[in-house]
Nanobody, 115 residues
């Protein structure tokens, strides 16, 4: 059973930073790819960033240059460093992992950017 647990969300002022973590049960080497998604109120869930072992990370245009996705294989954890946060970044952020064609999701962590 795959479990993904996000942490690190919270309230931050515009221009601030947060780092989200996604702790995975088991070895993250077993995942073909991992990513972060977000869903704002009244909007569809959207892809924020992806990371795999064979391709360079990818980012949504709206976060390029501000967000950085990374992972620590020894800790079975993926991260999303978010800098220069904007009010439009407010959303629930979800960790996602794919293995053998099956998608797994975390429960989400709320990020609120507001003064």
């Amino acid at each position: 059973q795959v479990q993904l647990v996000e942490s690190g969300g919270g309230l931050v002022q515009p221009g601030g930073s947060l780092r989200l973590s996604c702790a995975a049960s088991g070895n993250i080497f077993s995942f073909n790819a991992m990513g972060w998604y977000r869903q704002a109120p009244g909007k569809q869930r959207e892809l924020v960033a992806t990371i795999s072992g064979v391709r360079a990370p990818t980012y949504a245009d709206s976060v390029k240059g501000r967000f950085t996705i990374s992972r620590d294989n020894a800790k079975n954890t993926m991260y999303l460093q978010m800098n220069s946060l904007k009010p439009e970044d407010t959303a629930v952020y979800y960790c996602q992992a794919k293995r053998l064609g099956v998608d797994y999701w975390g429960q989400g962590t709320q990020v609120t950017v507001s003064s």
